[in-house]
């Protein structure tokens, strides 16, 4: 049976939120089993936030949790990559209202996690498991989720820039493909589109060393990390959405043009109907093998 885990001990970084420029400081703690993750705001008496889809607050270009008035800023890097080392139960403490951006991937997270270590607890993990497909639509914006023994991801973008363009990646998250092709994908945005953002009260916290900056053909701060990072980042960023549902999921999920918004309509979608899932647990011989490809295509030859 694969059971629920936790980190060994304690471990800590500081950072600045990507959209509000804060200096934050964070903790990541063990939890018992049956936790989850819960986020504390230790600058407001330790006021918890369970990350789970109730309390999915506004979603724009980050996710953001709120209970009571108290907010919590752009979680999903973070879940991602508990979701990505198979972390279930664990308190994170900020001293702020952003999560750290670091560098713009969920690689520091993963590596503070490893440092810490993992634990396994006594609990068999419950998982999510699809047995309906849920598809959705906004115009040409696209998420479904579909019946399958593992949780596997299939992403496309179309995005006007050279270096972009249209692309797809698909990934089986398991035995380490998470680590090995997701976690260290960076956003990014454009110098184009920043003063907009920065009139919004975006991207205050945004700089060349935390997220890709693309200009009108090219890239400020290269090299890229892989040739299709950005479509790897939209994929990190889902699973990081995901993990809201509260439990790991086994489904395929297919997303094509999506967004955070569109992540979080997914989880509450899923969890309103109790006739598209079940909870079951897995034995240790069920996990499947690492499969992932990648399609690219330039903006130019997609039109
Ligand atoms: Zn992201």
């Not at 670091?102 to 068999?124: N, T, W, Y």
């Not at 023994?149 to 992403?155: F, K």
Request: net charge positive; hydrophobic share 40%; glycine share 8%.
């Amino acid at each position: 049976m694969i059971h629920e885990q936790t980190i060994r001990s304690a471990v800590g970084c500081t950072g600045i939120g990507l959209h509000s420029g804060a200096s934050v400081s964070m903790r990541i703690l063990p939890a018992p089993p049956g936790t989850g993750i819960v986020f504390h705001r230790i600058d407001l008496d330790g006021f918890a936030i369970e990350a789970v889809s109730r309390n999915v607050a506004r979603v724009s270009y980050a996710t953001s949790l709120m209970k009571k008035g108290v907010l919590i800023s752009t979680t999903e890097h973070l879940l991602s990559a508990f979701i990505g080392l198979g972390i279930d139960n664990a308190i994170v403490e900020l001293d702020n209202l952003e999560l750290p951006i670091l560098d713009g991937s969920a690689q520091p997270f993963v590596e503070m996690i490893r440092k810490a270590g993992i634990r396994k607890q006594r609990r068999p993990r419950k998982y999510l498991k699809i047995r309906r497909e849920v598809e959705m639509r906004e115009g040409n914006k696209f998420i479904a989720v579909y019946p399958a023994d593992s949780y596997s991801v299939s992403y496309s973008i179309n995005f006007p820039h050279p270096l972009i363009g249209k692309s797809t990646f698909q990934v089986q998250l398991s035995n380490g493909s998470y680590l090995r092709h997701i976690a260290a994908a960076r956003t990014f945005g454009s110098r184009q589109d920043e003063p907009a953002m920065r009139n919004m009260g975006l991207i205050r916290g945004a700089s060349s060393e935390n997220c890709i900056v693309l200009t009108r053909d090219g890239i400020e701060n290269g090299p890229l990390r892989f040739s299709d990072e950005f479509v790897r980042h939209k994929v990190l960023d889902l699973v990081g959405d995901l993990a809201l549902l509260g439990n790991q999921i086994l489904g395929k999920v297919v997303a094509d043009r999506a967004g955070h918004a569109m992540h979080t309509a997914l989880v509450s979608r899923i969890l309103r109907d109790k006739t598209l899932w079940e909870e079951v647990t897995v034995s240790n011989e069920e996990t499947p093998r690492d499969a992932v490809s990648s399609v690219q295509a330039a903006a130019g030859s997609a039109l």
